[in-house]
Structures are given as structure tokens and as C-alpha cells.
């Protein structure tokens, strides 16, 4: 796990405070109650209402997604749901809507392994 200070970013015309943290992720893009893509990836930094991740590929803008981030305290698992607002290369910028911190179970990852 990385973490460093805290610092700010400008994303979609915002400023936002944003903190660098590197952990390991699983993703599931959805449309209703279909799922239509999964993969894993990693964060690039986390604010209360927009997350930064890597991964293998970028997810269309617009797209509904949910996250299921490996929380490195006491086996938690944070869990997002939100929206893509932004996509540059390898990295994807979610509008968080709604999130959950929770003990992690199998069935919290192992539903949205790729």
C-alpha cells in the first residue's frame, strides 16, 4: 500500500482533494441488473466523491459501474458504486453515488473476478 500526502486535483473543472493510495481492485461494469464487463485493477487515488483507477483498459465514459476495493485494514472491503466521468489511457475516474465499508467475504470479490 502507498500513501502519501494529501494533494489536489482538477478534474472535470473541480478542484478536489484527492489522496494517492495504490490498492488492489475488482470492477463490473453494469446496465441494470446485467453485467456486461469485469476486470481488476488498482487505485490511483481516492476523494470522497470520485475515485481514480488503473487497469488493463479504460472503461467507456458514462459508463455504471460498481468497485470492490481491497481495504487494507482488519479485511474490509470497500464497496462503490458510480459512474465514469473521465478516460485517459490506463486510468478511469469514477463519480462515486453511493459507497459501502464492510468486512470483506469470499463472495464480496470472488463476484466480480473476472
Known amino acids: 500500500m502507498l500513501l502519501?500526502?494529501?494533494c489536489c486535483i482538477r478534474v472535470?473543472?473541480?478542484v478536489v482533494r484527492s489522496f494517492p493510495i495504490k490498492l488492489h481492485?475488482?470492477?463490473?461494469m453494469t446496465a441494470g441488473k446485467e453485467n456486461?464487463?469485469?476486470?481488476e485493477g488498482w487505485t490511483v487515488s481516492l476523494a470522497s466523491r470520485e475515485i481514480v483507477f488503473e487497469a488493463d483498459e479504460t472503461l467507456p465514459v458514462g459508463?455504471?459501474?460498481r468497485l470492490s476495493i481491497d481495504w487494507p485494514a482488519r479485511?474490509?472491503?470497500l464497496d462503490v458504486r458510480g459512474k465514469t466521468v473521465?478516460?485517459?489511457?490506463q486510468h478511469t475516474t469514477v463519480e462515486v453515488s453511493r459507497h459501502t465499508l464492510g468486512p470483506s467475504t469470499p463472495s464480496t470479490n470472488s463476484a466480480l473476478q473476472p
Open 4 to 6: 502519501e500526502a494529501c
Open 12 to 14: 472535470l473543472d473541480k
Open 25 to 28: 481492485l475488482h470492477y463490473e
Open 36 to 39: 456486461l464487463h469485469r476486470g
Open 63 to 65: 459508463s455504471l459501474v
Open 75 to 77: 479485511q474490509l472491503t
Open 86 to 89: 473521465e478516460a485517459h489511457g
